[in-house]
């Protein structure tokens, strides 16, 4: 298969570049951007003599004609005029951004303050929260790929909201990620010098992510109240760690909990959930596809606090997207992405 990557002058394209380079069946066909034409390597010399392909202005007809699927790792904004010009051919689509994640669009507006796609178009997307909904995406032509902080935290929490065991008014979500989730842009709040031996909360009670996280677990459960979640920032380059705390409906052991979640996740090669009295930490899933999962009930207050670690470039943005488009595409969902943490 040949794939057409848009936007790959930021983290989440230059990370598909990184897994397609080495996929044995979807290929690096073309890659675009909005700005410059030039070698791949320019915008990243890592790539030099590796990757000779040079970046594209974003055709739509010559790469619907050429390719096979179209991931766009583009920001907010751009993937919903994009997509509504794709949508006239036959391309399969995979969508990194926050552009087709939220039925409501009157909810995109508020949160994202930027005009939303067509709604018919949002409809016509597919939630690709793998674990949680691989048959829609074995049926379905686009993706919408979630969030890093959604992913984190809704693999997190699915267990326990979907048997209905938490109260429902309970949900707090203390997220933290590295430098590269703010994007490669640069700002005043990601530099050296201000992030170095510092750690800063961001967007408190305003972090775009609470309607598509809130909108997930109303799936689940409907009764489902609004989330408190709080997102800061690490001075490390990669990963989240979700440390989310609920209250628990009735009287649970730590060991009646993680039963639940290893049965939850016991087929899904992603998904591991770790042994009674061990937490996973960021560094443990760098790189990889992994999300690792802790989970212990403090008995005293009836809470119940679930750890939750991803790296934001890969569970949390192109690896879904590549796993996501294997299932779409009939293949094994782990087909190029058995990549080892990156230890230490």
Same mark, same amino acid.
């Given at each position: 298969?040949?794939?057409?990557?848009?936007?790959?002058? $930021?983290?989440?394209?230059?990370?598909?570049?990184?897994?397609?380079?080495?996929?044995?069946?979807?290929?690096?066909?073309?890659?675009?951007?909005?700005?410059?034409?030039?070698?791949?390597?320019?915008?990243?010399?890592?790539?030099?003599?590796?990757?000779?392909?040079?970046?594209?202005?974003?055709?739509?007809?010559?790469?619907?004609?050429?390719?096979?699927?179209?991931?766009?790792?583009?920001? /907010? &904004?751009?993937?919903?005029?994009?997509?509504?010009?794709? /949508?006239?051919?036959?391309?399969?689509?995979?969508?990194?951004? &926050?552009?087709?994640?939220?039925?409501?669009?009157?909810?995109?507006?508020?949160?994202?303050?930027?005009?939303?796609?067509?709604?018919?178009?949002?409809?016509?997307?597919?939630?690709?929260?793998?674990?949680?909904?691989?048959?829609?995406?074995?049926?379905?032509?686009?993706?919408?790929?979630?969030?890093?902080?959604?992913?984190?935290?809704?693999?997190?929490?699915?267990?326990?909201?979907?048997?209905?065991?938490?109260?429902?008014?309970?949900?707090?979500?203390?997220?933290?990620?590295?430098?590269?989730?703010?994007?490669?842009?640069?700002?005043?709040? *990601?530099?050296?010098?201000?992030?170095?031996?510092?750690?800063?909360?961001?967007?408190?009670?305003?972090?775009?992510?609470?309607?598509?996280?809130?909108?997930?677990?109303?799936?689940?459960?409907?009764?489902?109240?609004?989330? *408190?979640? /709080?997102?800061?920032?690490?001075?490390?380059?990669?990963?989240?760690?979700?440390?989310?705390?609920?209250?628990?409906?009735?009287?649970?052991? *730590?060991?009646?909990?993680?039963?639940?979640?290893?049965?939850?996740?016991?087929?899904?090669?992603?998904?591991?959930?770790?042994?009674?009295?061990?937490?996973?930490?960021?560094?443990?899933?760098?790189?990889?596809?992994?999300?690792?999962? &802790?989970?212990?009930?403090?008995?005293?207050?009836?809470?119940?606090?679930?750890?939750?670690?991803?790296?934001?470039?890969?569970? $949390?943005?192109?690896?879904?997207?590549?796993?996501?488009?294997?299932?779409?595409?009939?293949?094994?969902?782990?087909?190029?992405?058995?990549?080892?943490?990156?230890?230490?």
């Amino acid at each position: 298969m040949k794939a057409a990557i848009i936007g790959t002058t $930021g983290y989440g394209g230059v990370e598909l570049i990184r897994i397609l380079h080495t996929h044995p069946t979807i290929n690096i066909h073309s890659v675009h951007t909005t700005r410059e034409e030039v070698p791949v390597w320019n915008e990243y010399p890592h790539l030099y003599n590796i990757i000779e392909n040079k970046l594209e202005k974003i055709n739509v007809a010559k790469i619907a004609e050429e390719s096979d699927i179209v991931f766009f790792a583009t920001p /907010s &904004g751009v993937s919903s005029k994009l997509v509504e010009e794709f /949508s006239h051919t036959a391309i399969k689509m995979v969508d990194l951004s &926050g552009d087709l994640r939220l039925r409501n669009t009157e909810d995109y507006k508020t949160w994202y303050k930027k005009e939303p796609a067509k709604a018919e178009l949002i409809n016509k997307f597919v939630y690709g929260l793998t674990e949680w909904n691989r048959e829609e995406i074995a049926k379905a032509k686009w993706i919408s790929n979630p969030g890093c902080y959604p992913t984190a935290a809704l693999l997190g929490l699915a267990p326990a909201v979907k048997e209905k065991i938490i109260r429902t008014d309970s949900i707090i979500i203390d997220a933290k990620s590295g430098i590269s989730g703010a994007g490669r842009s640069p700002s005043r709040d *990601t530099m050296l010098a201000e992030m170095n031996e510092n750690f800063k909360i961001y967007k408190v009670n305003k972090h775009q992510h609470i309607p598509e996280i809130e909108q997930q677990l109303s799936d689940w459960n409907s009764d489902i109240k609004p989330i *408190t979640f /709080s997102t800061h920032l690490l001075p490390i380059n990669r990963g989240i760690m979700s440390t989310i705390h609920v209250s628990l409906k009735e009287e649970y052991t *730590t060991s009646t909990i993680h039963e639940l979640y290893e049965e939850a996740y016991k087929n899904h090669p992603f998904v591991r959930v770790r042994p009674l009295g061990h937490f996973p930490t960021i560094k443990e899933v760098s790189g990889s596809n992994y999300c690792d999962l &802790g989970v212990d009930v403090d008995e005293r207050t009836g809470r119940l606090t679930i750890i939750s670690v991803i790296d934001n470039l890969m569970k $949390g943005a192109a690896g879904q997207a590549v796993q996501n488009a294997n299932i779409m595409n009939g293949l094994h969902e782990t087909t190029g992405l058995n990549f080892l943490p990156l230890y230490p």
